[in-house]
């Protein structure tokens, strides 16, 4: 296989493996609607999309460190078993691109705890889902009040109920 054969399955795998997961495990609703629709090819500016992902970057990182360490006529069978690993660093980037802009308590100071139960929503569920909880995961966000139409503060005020504390520390095996 020719280096851009390879890229180019790199890339397929990432995607069907990507949209498998938000099918998945993103509640259904609107950001979920709108993250499957740039996946798609009905997508005019699907590259744009995938870019901003980091889809195109983590093929060539992909490509890039397994191709110095097998020989080409085996890459094309590892290339499934980065997959997951790949999804983890888009999902990564997702939650430390959230918590940037998020975090700036200017930009947006009404709806700082809105924001900040949405951060640590997303930060608990992927800790749960790498725990390998794929329903807790997935319904963290469905048990959340992110509309901030009422208060979930706990009687003291000080943290909400909706936001669980720090997680514990996880281990992955």
Known sequence: MNT?????????????????SVR????????????????SSDNSRQELWLNLLGVP??????????GKAVQPNSLGELLSYSVPMNLYLIFEVASDDLAIQL??????????YQ????????????V?????????ATHLYERRDLRGGGTNRSPSGSWPDCVPGPPEPISIR
């Open 57 to 66: 970057q983590f093929a060539n990182l992909t490509l890039g460190l397994l």
């Open 115 to 126: 924001r900040r139960t949405l951060l640590t929503t997303f930060n608990q569920a992927m």
């Open 4 to 20: 851009q054969t390879l890229l180019d399955s790199a890339t397929d795998m990432m995607l069907q493996g990507l949209e498998d």
């Open 24 to 39: 998945a495990n993103m509640p259904h609703g609107p950001y979920r609607d709108f993250y499957l629709w740039g996946l």
């Open 128 to 136: 749960e889902r790498l725990r390998g909880r794929d329903y807790v």
């Open 103 to 112: 975090s700036n308590r200017t930009l947006w100071k009404s709806d700082h």
